[in-house]
Nanobody, 121 residues
Framework: QVQLVESGGGLVQPGGSLRLSCAASGTVFGVGDMDWYRQAPGEEREWVARVSRGGNVYYSDSVKGRFTISRDNAKNTLYLQADTPKPEDTAVYYC???????????????WGQGTQVTVSS
């Protein structure tokens, strides 16, 4: 069974840096667009960034210029580099990916389990 497994969350000081990873486990026949979302306490889940299958990147205004999304297609892994994080970046971060998990199939949506990021001094 294919899963998205996240890692790299934790406590980081404002102005520090943090890198999140999201790896697809199991047999994958294709990977489409990949995204990061986040959800702060009491808030709705919000979209953070996307890297398309072709490598184009897009960011929400709240993280543009501070966060960098990337992917390693050979490893079926998604990354989010968070530089100069702010306390308002504190949230549970979720990865999302469009995956083909059986031969001849189409893309289906998969979500990671979430990883907590806390920005505090």
């Amino acid at each position: 069974q294919v899963q998205l497994v996240e890692s790299g969350g934790g406590l980081v000081q404002p102005g520090g840096s943090l890198r999140l990873s999201c790896a697809a486990s199991g047999t994958v026949f294709g990977v489409g667009d990949m995204d990061w979302y986040r959800q702060a306490p009491g808030e709705e889940r919000e979209w953070v960034a996307r890297v398309s299958r072709g490598g184009n990147v897009y960011y929400s205004d709240s993280v543009k210029g501070r966060f960098t999304i990337s992917r390693d297609n050979a490893k079926n892994t998604l990354y989010l580099q968070a530089d100069t994080p702010k306390p308002e970046d504190t949230a549970v971060y979720y990865c999302h990916a469009e995956l083909i998990t059986f031969y001849g199939g189409g893309y289906r949506n998969y979500w990671g389990q979430g990883t907590q990021v806390t920005v505090s001094s």
